[in-house]
């Protein structure tokens, strides 16, 4: 390394994070990468988001991996900015802040019954499943007849079909012992996932709709009169391949029948949820059927009068994430987002974004490897242009300092191989990629065990 590279710290260890570690760490002057991440782990959604029976997609990692490996780069897990550190230290400890931290929450309906017992945010369900300390008490009543889920978009089809998979299908994944359990256990015999427009606005890929229809214990219904589009919509196909392929794939779940499997999901379009009724807990959803209006270009869904009542036990909003900000970081609350454009973010020096915390919760995890490398160059445009230059004072004992200080438990890179050699041992056993660590407790232990060693 140069006597003097550039020390960026980059918050949040999901694909942009990484993406854009190893765009700084590939660049033309020198250099060095703090990650700064709230979890002893290291991946974001690639770990705790990514369906589990969805192991190549996880294998992206392993560029994670090549990333961490690179000279310059320092992971600092179980460091919490907003806790442990401010924007304020940040932009004094190093030379410029890229925040990647993603969408923490997910958005609200607004609707009654919301908040009733069996009611609950896809984001918890998928942290549940996948193992996220902060999630694990969550207890999941599986024991329903119905289960249905809002949302046309990739979440609600990775929920729907994790609540449809068998023990088989389970069983050499890395979905965490209680899940499997309790999935194993489940009575659900229908699950409805429910689009407030037609098949044709679906955000699914195609890729992802056409696995429903391939399940072992689920057979899939679609009505065929909901595919038959109106004008505008059956138009804009043309212009929209990933659309065109999901209705052909529509069309074919359409024209099959039930072959006896011990489960059903169903597709319902054009209905939204104005209640979730019951006493103490989920009973019933009510619906309303809704026509597509084109409001400026784009078509909405506009509640007609006629409403549904189904009885289901359980509902899964699956209708998007939304950004959290930081104290002292800019935020636009109506998209929640930083404030930034293109990723510089706006009315501070030194301070950029990427990922989901800059455009918000959308696209696939390629689409951060290129949105992280927009910032990288605007921030090395900066560098370039004189704007942005290395301080003396900024050095990675100040960081190690100030860590000390504030009693903070830092996971160091080695740390998280050490919970990774942990998982995967327990996995091996027993066919399985790993048996994830769930609670807080054990990761810090595990990551512990490789600094006693080291002692
Ligand atoms: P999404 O694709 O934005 O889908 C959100 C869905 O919720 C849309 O169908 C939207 O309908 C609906 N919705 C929003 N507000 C609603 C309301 N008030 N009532 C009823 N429905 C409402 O978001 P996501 O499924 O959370 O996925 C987030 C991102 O991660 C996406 O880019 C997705 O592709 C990606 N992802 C990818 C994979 C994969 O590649 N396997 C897996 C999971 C997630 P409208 O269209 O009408 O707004």
Redesign the pocket.
């Known amino acids: 390394m140069s006597d003097n590279p550039l020390r960026v710290a980059v918050v949040g260890s999901g694909p942009a994070g990484f993406y854009a570690a190893g765009a700084l760490l590939d660049a033309d002057v020198p250099i060095e990468v703090d990650m700064i991440e709230r979890l002893p782990t290291p991946w974001g959604l690639v770990r705790l988001g990514v369906a589990p029976d ?1 192991p190549k ?1 996880k294998s992206v990692s392993r560029a994670f991996e090549r990333i961490a490996l690179k000279p310059g780069f320092r992971f600092f897990g179980n460091v919490e900015v907003g806790r442990d550190l401010s924007h304020g230290d940040l932009v004094e400890l190093y030379d410029a802040v890229i925040y990647a931290f993603g969408a923490q929450t997910d ?1 609200r ?1 607004g609707i009654p019954g919301e908040d009733l017992q069996g009611s609950w945010s896809a984001t918890e369900f998928v942290a549940w499943y996948n193992g996220h300390p902060d999630y694990q008490n969550l207890h999941f009543d599986l024991n329903v007849d119905r289960a249905v889920v ?7 089809l ?1 929920v729907a079909r994790m609540l449809a998979l068998t023990p088989e299908e389970l069983a050499p994944t890395d979905t965490t012992d209680p899940a499997i359990e309790a999935i194993g256990a489940s009575t659900i015999k229908e699950i409805l996932i429910v ?3 037609g098949p044709a ?3 699914w ?1 195609t890729q ?1 709709l056409k696995e429903m229809g391939e399940l072992a214990g689920a057979d899939i219904a679609v009505d065929p009169a909901e595919l038959e589009l109106e004008a505008e919509s059956e138009a804009a196909l043309e212009h929209d391949t990933n659309a065109r392929r999901n209705m052909e794939v529509l069309r074919d779940f359409a024209a099959r029948a039930p072959t006896g499997k011990s489960v059903t999901l169903r597709f319902l379009f054009f209905h ?1 949820p104005v209640a979730l009724h019951g006493d103490g807990k989920v009973e019933a959803i009510e619906v309303v059927r809704n026509r597509l209006e084109n409001q400026d270009g784009r078509l909405v ?1 506009v509640p007609t009068d006629e409403h549904e009542t189904l009885e289901c036990g359980l509902v899964f909003r ?4 939304r950004g959290v900000g930081l104290p002292d970081v800019p935020f636009d609350e109506r998209r929640g987002t930083i404030l930034n454009e293109n990723g510089r973010i706006v009315g501070q020096e030194r301070a950029y974004c990427a990922g989901w915390i800059k455009r918000g ?4 995890i390629g689409t951060n490897k290129k949105d992280a490398s927009e910032t990288v160059a605007l921030l090395l445009e900066d560098v370039h242009a004189g704007r942005l230059t290395h301080r003396k004072d900024v050095t990675a004992a100040a960081v190690e300092a100030v860590l000390a200080e504030r009693d903070a438990r830092a996971v160091l890179y080695a740390g998280w191989t050490s919970i990774d050699e942990t998982e995967r041992a327990a996995g091996e056993k027993l066919g399985r990629p790993r048996v994830k660590l769930r609670s807080w407790n054990d990761l810090l232990e595990a990551a512990e065990r490789v600094a006693a060693r080291t002692a």
């Open positions: 969805h997609l958005k309906l809002i949302g046309n978009g990739n979440v609600a990775d689009g407030r427009r606005q679906a955000s890929t992802e939204s869904a699956s209708v998007g994430y919760p959308t696209g696939i």
